[in-house]
């Protein structure tokens, strides 16, 4: 008799938790749900969301490609960005997306199609359909409209951010809820902490929902700080923050302990200027709970998703 797959679910968004975490994954005997943050207001998807009152279709784009078991020119397609005219900086991705919400009222059937469409044999969904924006309160009382806006700074970026909230509040997404209160283990980024992570527990019904799940939660911990929204944190800020939001524990943090060399670095701070520093960690961290090892890929600054899934199928 065939065993059943395990299922994880996957929480995130941008590019990160996708190169990281699922396209390392999917290469597992594993039933993955992606679920996927759905407030960006910047560049193509913000355009698109001004334009058409819509949700963004940047995030979720970029899960559904890196599940997709297709031909590297479809791929390609869905990241093709028009360079000239009156699409330049639109994303091919980003318009089908947005056609097929606006000519079929109906996001479930826009998830199908492009389940379809790409040949994905798990799941990609968003975390909520409602159209809210995210709002950041920083330590000076001054209120930053916009993921966007958190996300590219162009107040005073060494400000901390106190605290984040939608407006108008946002309700989790029933197929999204039902793949958290059924995961065999909950995997949360890694992503920019409030732009992407936070927005998605901010949720109404996310926090419910990975709360009542009684199986494993695991953080996979950025690898650089980042301008105006983690400056100078640290392994454990990263973490108690995200436990802060959940208002309950994690059981597993994993985070990168291998230093880059400098040129490395410097033209990665270069190419990124958003990006400060490798996030430091102590070396008295509970082992039972953090996990650190040499997470680095071998070009650039960012995880390779192999080591991670390997560590991450053990944890089921």
């Known amino acids: ?27 597992y005997p594993v039933r993955i749900s992606a679920i996927c943050a759905m407030l960006d207001s910047g560049g193509s998807s913000g ?31 869905f990241n093709y960005r028009f360079e000239t005219g009156e699409l330049k900086g639109h994303n091919f991705g980003n318009l089908l997306i947005t056609a097929l919400e606006l000519s079929s009222g109906n996001y479930e059937k826009v998830c199908d199609e492009i389940h379809k469409i ?19 309160v920083l330590e000076n009382g001054e209120t930053i409209a916009g993921e966007t806006n958190i996300d590219v700074p162009k107040h005073d970026s060494s400000l901390k951010i106190k605290k984040v909230f939608l407006k108008p509040e946002a ?49 996979v911990c950025n690898l650089m700080t980042k301008k105006g929204e983690t400056n100078n944190f640290s392994v454990t800020d990263f973490s108690n923050e995200i436990e802060a939001y959940l208002g309950s524990e994690l059981d597993y943090v994993l985070y990168n302990t291998k230093k880059p060399n400098q040129d490395v670095l410097n033209k990665t701070k270069e ?3 958003e990006l400060i520093e490798m996030v430091s960690f102590s070396d008295d ?12 890929g071998l070009s650039g600054i ?12 053990s944890l089921i």
Do not use: W
């Open 1 to 27: 008799m065939k065993q059943e797959q395990k299922k994880i679910v996957c929480l995130g968004g941008g590019n990160a938790m996708p190169k990281a975490i699922l396209s390392g994954l999917k290469k």
């Open 47 to 77: 355009r698109l969301r001004k334009d058409y009152n819509i949700i963004s279709p940047g995030d979720i784009r970029r899960s559904f490609i890196a599940l997709a078991d297709t031909s590297p020119a479809i791929e390609n397609l």
């Open 118 to 136: 790409l040949n994905i044999s798990h799941q990609v969904l968003p975390i909520t359909t409602d159209n809210s924006q995210l709002f950041a």
């Open 171 to 219: 309700k989790i997404y029933p197929k999204a809820f039902s793949a958290i209160q059924g995961a065999d283990l909950i995997v949360i980024g890694p992503g920019d902490l409030y732009s992407s992570l936070v927005q998605i527990l901010l949720v109404e019904g996310a926090i419910q929902a990975i709360k009542e799940s009684k199986v494993k939660k695991v953080y």
């Open 271 to 273: 190419k990124h200027p």
């Open 285 to 296: 961290l509970n082992e039972n709970k953090f996990i650190g090892k040499d997470f680095l």
């Open 302 to 313: 960012t995880h390779d998703s192999e080591k991670l899934s390997k560590l991450i199928f």
